[in-house]
């Protein structure tokens, strides 16, 4: 799984939404899950997808960039500590 991290200009409440919408519409790609930090104005997907499609499906609405891309953080399993 990685975490995708893109930086896109929206200019309102609806343009959020459709760029939700344009991210699942990119093919050969299994997003797991898609949020969006409106003040920073970057959007993050985790999934198998490739960041330039994304980027460029993007890009023919708003203007976009790829802020970075890296390995997603699963929660590893804390072991009980064992009595002596």
Known sequence: MKKH???VELSSEGDNRKAFIKVCEVPY?????I?????DKKMTV?????PARTSLK???YWETEIDSVGLAQEP???EPEKKK
Do not use: P, Y
Request: net charge positive; aromatic share 4%.
């Open 58 to 60: 993007l890009g023919k």
């Open 76 to 78: 590893t399993a804390k």
């Open 29 to 33: 790609g299994e997003i797991e899950s």
């Open 5 to 7: 991290i893109f930086r």
């Open 46 to 50: 985790i999934g198998h997808i490739d």
């Open 35 to 39: 949020s969006m930090n409106i003040k």
